[in-house]
């Protein structure tokens, strides 16, 4: 990268470090502190777009779609959250091969043999022709997905709690106005239920934040793949060789973390702050008397 | 069905190294799916029920620590929380792993006898450390919170009967803060539980194929290529657990608040969801 790299062997403590670094391989690894932080910033907007469908699903007038809202949002109560990671995915991508062999391969060949679920290659997905980063970038799609429809149900638990708080009178007054019950819903219950909903949506962000090294089991190069695979012990083979490095790459992860969650804490007590005035609660009222 | 039986018998504690050594390669029956997973949920069961017996005493004295006035106490309990509240369990179990493997092989040499330290890798002493350090952060933090709430007035009569101290802790404070973290310690229970099916996905490696159940649903699922059998095993395994958990739980809640009126009631889990 730099011309003073050119030859490591040659180089000495804090010159070999900086080039050790700032090698090819480590430019990847600060990259894949970047996948995550894209993954949280598609995830969260799709997740509590998720919730939104599933938490007004839930108090909708019609029994079947009501019922399919309880449904998603209880999902995840009793059942790990893993689990939803490791079968997603793969059920996302048995689908898409499924309905791509339907269109694309021969119909008498069976797509399920025995224990193996075999798609003609013009089926694939992606195609075995494609390059490294279609793989990738389709191995982060089906993550996004399956972070979205779990942290939807969470989203969804939050969010439909907090519907319910907005004190029952705001709702009744807009009703004595003329509203419709959408205009009811739009001006009124979701403008109002933010206050309450935001604890739980802060909770939900730590751990969405806490969920993205699972990236590493849905087989993405991300900060834990890197991690392991920089941190290892490398012999005179390599250019930089070192001794088994990846407590110190752990311990850079973890500092990662606790600073993402440190810094998410200070900004989610300033929107509450905001969120709070003039509002019929305990953090309201605290306000008002505070600025009198 | 006497095939199930004998599977049943070469299978049912396969998880923890009784039966049959080899794990299926053919065939894949349902109810060698169900069997083999059930066994793993063993060591579900043995990690968090170890994991939360010894966390729960480890967070009273953390929660009790961070309500101290002085500083010395205070702070180390505060760092504690909020490292191992701050990072996710996962990087907690590579990191431990790391630091394990780091220990020497051969064990350490204390006043003349060899202490051994190669088990501390293993998943069953290691990754049980490190899920009692975390549940215990994160239960001391709802412990704490309990503490901060408890009720001025209890302590004004316990201060009113003489009562100091050591006391005043076990007589009032405590039995109070546990009433009010109930509910958010039975959620953290249900979380645990969850958690512990991280364990063999880290940095543990399980030995001999024993694993836990997550462990034989993935196995099963990468074998068969069929998704949608193993994990609703495995799913519909905690779905009971979570339930079996709730209804302890709810027995310590009612145990709890047997001297209030209205007692006996369901606990209520979900404060925010129902006016």
């Known amino acids: 990268m730099f011309d003073q790299c050119a030859d490591p062997k040659t180089l000495e403590g804090l010159a070999w470090l900086w080039c050790y670094l700032s090698s090819g391989k480590h430019i990847l690894f600060y990259l894949s ?37 309880r449904i998603y949002a209880s999902m995840v109560r009793g059942v790990p959250d893993i689990i939803f990671f490791l079968f997603v995915p793969i059920a996302l991508d048995q689908g898409f091969e499924w309905l791509r062999a339907k269109a694309y391969c021969d119909p008498s060949v069976p797509i399920r043999q025995g224990n193996e679920f075999l ?128 407590l110190y790459y752990f311990l850079a992860i973890l500092v990662f973390y606790l600073l993402m969650t440190w810094g998410s804490e200070r900004i989610f007590d300033r929107i509450r702050a905001r969120l709070s005035a003039g509002q019929a609660t305990a953090a309201g009222e605290a306000m008002r008397k505070a600025a009198t | 069905m006497s095939q199930c039986l004998q599977t049943i018998q070469d299978y049912g504690l396969r998880a923890i190294g009784f039966g049959e050594n080899l794990l299926p390669r053919t065939g894949f029956s349902l109810c060698e799916q169900i069997t083999l997973i ?50 996710p369990l996962f990087i907690q179990f590579f990191l431990a792993y790391q630091i394990l493997v780091m220990l020497p ?42 503490l901060r709430n408890l009720p001025k007035g209890e302590l004004e009569a316990a201060d009113a009967y003489g009562m100091t101290g050591w006391t005043r802790y076990r007589r009032v404070a405590w039995p109070t803060a546990m009433r009010l973290a109930w509910p958010a310690y039975t959620n953290e229970a249900i979380f645990l539980f969850h958690a512990t099916t991280l364990v063999f996905f880290s940095g543990f490696p399980a030995f001999k194929q024993q694993g836990d159940s997550l462990y034989y649903a993935s196995y099963f699922a990468d074998k068969t290529f069929n998704p949608f059998v193993a994990y609703p095993i495995v799913a519909g395994y905690f779905i009971l657990l979570t339930l079996g958990l709730t209804a302890i739980f709810g027995a310590f809640n009612r145990r709890l608040n047997r001297h209030l009126p209205g007692a006996g009631g369901k606990m209520r889990y979900r404060p925010n969801l129902i006016r």
């Open chain 1, 33 to 69: 502190f970047l996948t995550v932080l894209v993954l949280l910033a598609i995830t969260a907007p799709i997740a509590l777009l998720f919730g939104f469908g599933g938490a007004l699903a839930s108090r909708s007038r019609i029994a079947p779609v009501r019922w399919l809202g």
């Open chain 2, 105 to 146: 092989r051969a064990g350490i040499e204390i006043f003349g006898l060899t202490v051994q330290t190669s088990w501390m890798t293993k998943a069953w002493a290691g990754a049980l450390l490190v899920l009692i350090l975390n549940t215990a952060a994160y239960s001391a933090e709802i412990f704490y919170g309990a």
């Open chain 1, 119 to 246: 798609v003609c290659p013009e089926a694939k997905l992606p195609l075995s022709t494609a390059s490294e980063w279609v793989h990738q970038s389709y191995g982060i799609f089906l993550a996004v997905v399956a972070f979205s429809v779990v942290f939807g149900a969470f989203a969804a638990n939050v969010l439909y709690g907090a519907m319910n708080a907005v004190p029952r009178a705001q709702l009744e007054t807009a009703e004595a106005y003329g509203m419709s019950p959408r205009q009811v819903n739009r001006r009124i219950l979701i403008p109002q239920m933010w206050t309450y909903a935001l604890p739980g949506l802060a909770n939900l962000w730590m751990i969405l934040i806490k969920a993205t090294p699972l990236l590493f089991i849905l087989g993405v190069q991300d900060i834990v793949y890197w991690a392991r695979e920089l941190g290892g012990a490398k012999t005179s083979a390599y250019s930089y060789p070192h001794p088994d490095w990846r």
């Open chain 2, 38 to 87: 059930g066994s793993g949920l063993i060591w579900n069961l043995y990690f968090g029920v170890l994991a939360l017996f010894f966390g729960f005493f480890i967070a009273n004295a953390l929660a009790v620590a961070k309500t101290s006035r002085h500083a010395l106490l205070r702070k180390p309990a505060e760092w504690f929380i909020f490292v191992f509240r701050g990072s």
